[in-house]
C-alpha cells in the first residue's frame, strides 16, 4: 500500500472513530438552577410552616405556604401490619390499537427556535408505535360491582409497580382520610418535551389526552381488573409531576365535566406546547396569563408543589416564559385573584420534582385534593 493511500486510510478511521465518540457522548450537564428567593419581589406572600421536619400543612385553610429546608419520610409510605393491603395489576395499550395518539411521535435533535415566531420550535419529527403500560392500584375495601372514585397518575411505571403510592393509599384509605379508590397510573408514550409523545400528551392545550383516557384507558381498566369507574367529576382526581402535572390541569381545564380534582408537583405552566396554537400562544403560561384570570371560576380543588432550586430556562428559548417557579408563583396568585381552593407549597432547598420535600407532604396532599368528596348518591 502507498504511503498516500495510507494516508488517507488512517485520516478515515480517525474521523470514523471521532463520529463514534460523539455519537456516543454524554450530553452536556444541564447547569444547577439558581435557588429562587420565596420573598423575591412579585412573590406570593407565604405563611411559614414549623422549620421542624415532618411538619404538615392544616387541611381546613387554602393559601400559600412555605415549607422546608429539611424533611422527613411520612410514615403513611410504610407497610403497617394490620392494615388491609390492595392489590396492583398492570397491562399495555399498543398504540396500533387505539384510535387516539396513533402512531406516536419522536424526534432526534430538539429543535431550533423558529425565526418567524421565537415562542416555538421548529422541530423534526418521525412516527413511532409504542406500548404504553397502565399500573392500576385496587383497594382491599373496593366492593365488586360498585363505582369507585379514582385518581389518573401521569408518568406511571414502564417496567415493575412503584408500590410507594399504594402503600399510602392502603395507609390513607384505612384511616378513612381518603375514600376507597383506584389509582390508575398511566405511563408515557416516550421521549420529552416539543417533538415528542409524551409532549404531545402533556403540554397540548386542550382536552385531548383526557379524551384518549375516557376512551382508550378506563374501558380497558373495568375490562381487564373488573372494576367499575364513577362518572362524577367530583369523584375523579387527577396528579402528576413536571409535564406531568400541568397535563393534570390540563385534563381538568378542558374537561370539567370529567375532572374536579388537582394535584401537581413542579407543574409545567410554561411555554411548551408544540406544535404552535394561537389559540394557546404561550402553552400552558397561558393559564396563569390569560385563561384562569379572564374564565369564570371552574369547581377545581388545586393542589400545587415547587422547589426553590425548579428548573429555569432549561433550552435554547429565552422567551421568558421557562421559569418553573415564576409560573408556579404566577398561578398562586392568580388561583387567590379567583377564589379556588387551592395549597401551595414553596419548598426551600429542593429542586425539580421536589422529591425531598414530597415524600414528607403527598400523603398531606392526596389527603387535601380529596377533601369534602361525598359519594354521589349521598350528596
Known amino acids: 500500500m502507498s504511503r498516500q493511500r495510507m494516508t488517507v486510510l488512517i485520516t ?219 362518572k362524577d367529576p367530583d369523584g375523579r382526581a387527577t396528579m402528576g409531576s413536571s409535564s406531568g402535572g400541568s397535563a393534570a390541569l390540563i385534563m381538568a381545564w378542558y374537561r370539567t365535566d370529567l375532572y374536579h380534582r388537582v394535584l401537581t408537583t413542579s407543574g409545567t405552566f410554561v411555554n411548551q406546547q408544540w406544535p404552535f396554537d394561537p389559540q394557546t400562544p404561550g402553552g400552558a403560561w397561558d393559564f396563569h396569563d390569560k385563561l384562569i384570570p379572564e374564565s369564570p371560576k371552574k369547581p377545581l380543588r388545586i393542589f400545587m408543589a415547587v422547589g426553590d432550586r425548579d428548573n429555569f430556562n432549561p433550552n435554547v428559548m429565552r422567551d421568558g416564559m421557562h421559569d418553573w417557579v415564576e409560573a408556579n408563583n404566577r398561578m398562586a396568585k392568580v388561583l387567590q385573584a379567583k377564589g379556588y381552593e387551592y395549597q401551595y407549597l414553596f419548598c426551600l432547598n429542593s429542586g425539580h420534582g421536589v422529591g425531598n420535600a414530597k415524600a414528607q407532604f403527598i400523603p398531606h396532599a392526596i389527603e387535601w385534593v380529596w377533601k369534602g368528596y361525598a359519594p354521589r348518591q349521598t350528596r
Do not use: W
Not at 63 to 83: Q, R, T, W
Not at 117 to 138: D, M, S
Open 12 to 230: 478515515l478511521l480517525t474521523c470514523s472513530f471521532l463520529l463514534n465518540e460523539s455519537t456516543f457522548a454524554a450530553p452536556p450537564e444541564r447547569k444547577t438552577p439558581p435557588t429562587r428567593r420565596f420573598d423575591a419581589p412579585g412573590s406570593p406572600t407565604f405563611v411559614r410552616l414549623d422549620a421542624k421536619p415532618g411538619v404538615n400543612l392544616p387541611l381546613d385553610v387554602d393559601g400559600n405556604f412555605l415549607i422546608g429546608p429539611d424533611y422527613l419520610p411520612a410514615s403513611e409510605g410504610k407497610v403497617v401490619e394490620g392494615v388491609p393491603q390492595g392489590k396492583v395489576q398492570q397491562f399495555t395499550i399498543d398504540s396500533r390499537d387505539t384510535r387516539l395518539f396513533n402512531p406516536g411521535i419522536a424526534r432526534e435533535v430538539f429543535g431550533t427556535v423558529d425565526p418567524e415566531n421565537p415562542r416555538t420550535l421548529i422541530v423534526e419529527t418521525h412516527e413511532i408505535n409504542y406500548q404504553r403500560q397502565i399500573t392500576v392500584y385496587i383497594p382491599e375495601q373496593y366492593v365488586p360491582g360498585s363505582e369507585a372514585p379514582f385518581m389518573v397518575c401521569h408518568d406511571g411505571p414502564k417496567g415493575k409497580p412503584n408500590m410507594a403510592l399504594a402503600h399510602i393509599l392502603d395507609n390513607l384509605i384505612a384511616q378513612k382520610r381518603v375514600p376507597a379508590m383506584i389509582a390508575i397510573m398511566v405511563a408515557n408514550g416516550g421521549g420529552d418535551a416539543q417533538g415528542h409523545e409524551r409532549g404531545r400528551e402533556y403540554d397540548t392545550m386542550s382536552g385531548l389526552f383526557a379524551d384518549y383516557i375516557e376512551t382508550e384507558v378506563l374501558p380497558r381498566v373495568e375490562k381487564i381488573c373488573e372494576v367499575k369507574l364513577t
